[in-house]
């Protein structure tokens, strides 16, 4: 089966690799190289038809992202053994840099418009991990209507990070990684799936 | 796909997002959402809007305030009543937390031996043995991206298990280190069920949950190797529980 990945599709792709690779290395040039190197290596791959079956691409990705990031931090290791405990090694604050300071600031004010026991939710549901029944318990209130707090206090600060951009449906590469029935992608060009 | 934010067509996807972001999803439940969000631009950008929230002031201050009594008599025992708890709440609430908190440090990790249990090599045993390797000189965050490779395979055994949830620990990530040791004592009798009692413990202090940390410590047989070692800790445990 041919396709071709489009643009956007390689885009995708690629920062979803920057995410994995921010996750573990916790810095933007390395994940950057990451990026790179797995980018460099996917295409060899599929030009190779060693991908097997389309639906599998998440897991092809990811999986040639984590030997690339092996690598990396074994060369890292090699060059600067003894600063090991200054690398970053997958804290979570490694993927800050993801977000710019004004999208905080903008999702910081929508949070201070929410009711206190919305922001206690959120809290005791994300920071604190507890399920809808043990933070109903622990708010003296019914499991339903916690889940209901907890939809409507994400639903505000979606709207308040994303602004109107939300609500388009999107399916994820694999999906789209058929044959482009339309406009038969050029054979020279194309990446063998 | 494009660039603006989207919905994703699976569910739970947002939350999944959110706890991705914070580190409190375990290895199986991470891989298997990597592999999805590496190809949804929608994903991603939630886990972008995790980042975000996760960096709020507000929301990391935004802690449960509900155990004050709010029918209490008198006014004036009420007043009394709340400026002692309120005191009491901000002086000894958090010395307590950090006190529960430091009684889970990990100063070394668990030793990895090399203990050959299996009779005849399986396919996944270079690839542990790779891990360990890295686990042995102390990369433990390379070692946690080998074994996810093999957790997300579905070659993982119980030690996979038991030294993720280790790395996890000298990482920092409690929470992930609690689901790997859980599913080293939910998988039975094992040369490593004791002592993963013993790191679940930690993880719970880790996560200020004493309850459970002294209940996992209290599971530990008294003729397992680490049975002292967990009684000490039992002891200061309940110690810290009754003040």
């Known amino acids: 089966m041919t396709a071709q990945l489009s643009p956007q599709q390689l885009d995708t792709l690629a920062n979803g690799i920057r995410i994995i690779a921010l996750r573990r290395l916790g810095d933007a040039d390395a994940a950057r190289d990451v990026v790179q190197e797995t980018m460099t290596r996917l295409l060899d791959a599929l030009a190779k038809d060693q991908l097997r079956d389309a639906d599998r691409l998440g897991a092809f990705v990811r999986g040639i992202a984590l030997h690339v990031i092996a690598d990396h931090q074994r060369a890292a290791a090699r060059l600067a053994p003894l600063s090991d405990d200054l690398v970053p090694d997958g804290r979570i604050d490694s993927l800050d840099g993801l977000v710019r300071d004004e999208d905080v600031a903008r999702l910081r004010d929508a949070l201070a418009r929410l009711s206190e026991t919305d922001r206690d939710v959120l809290h005791l549901t994300f920071i604190e991990n507890l399920s809808p029944r043990a933070v109903a318990a622990r708010l003296r209130e019914p499991a339903e209507r916690i889940r209901k707090r907890k939809s409507r206090a994400l639903e505000r600060l979606r709207a308040a990070f994303f602004g109107d951009g939300v609500g388009h449906d999107s399916k994820p590469a694999a999906t789209e990684l058929h044959p482009n029935r339309d406009n038969p992608p050029d054979p020279a060009e194309a990446i063998v799936e | ?243």
Do not use: W
């Open chain 2, 1 to 243: 796909m494009s660039d603006r934010a989207t919905t994703c067509e699976l569910e739970g996807t947002e939350e999944r997002a959110i706890r991705y972001a914070s580190g409190q999803l375990d290895a199986k439940s991470g891989a298997a959402f990597e592999e999805h969000l590496v190809t949804c631009s929608a994903c991603q950008e939630f886990v972008r809007f995790a980042v975000a929230l996760r960096r709020t002031e507000v929301f990391r201050a935004a802690a449960p305030r509900r155990n004050t009594s709010r029918r209490l008599g008198s006014a004036i025992a009420a007043a009394v009543l709340v400026a002692v708890a309120a005191g009491l709440f901000i002086v000894a609430v958090p010395l307590r937390t950090s006190r529960v908190r430091a009684l889970g440090t990990l100063a070394s990790a668990p030793v990895y031996d090399g203990l050959i249990v299996r009779a005849a090599p399986a396919p996944s045993d270079s690839a542990f043995a790779a891990a360990m390797r890295d686990y042995a000189a102390g990369r433990y965050s390379t070692a946690t991206t080998e074994l996810d490779t093999l957790i997300a395979r579905g070659t993982a055994g119980v030690p996979a298990f038991f030294f993720h949830g280790a790395s996890a620990l000298m990482l920092n990530r409690a929470a992930i280190g609690r689901d790997d040791f859980t599913r080293v004592v939910d998988g039975g009798p094992s040369p490593y069920a004791a002592e993963a009692h013993y790191y679940r413990a930690l993880a719970e202090l880790r996560l200020n949950d004493a309850g459970a940390a002294a209940a996992d410590l209290r599971d530990i047989s008294s003729d397992a190797a680490i049975y002292s070692r967990a009684h000490d800790l039992l002891d200061r445990v309940e110690a810290l529980r009754s003040r």
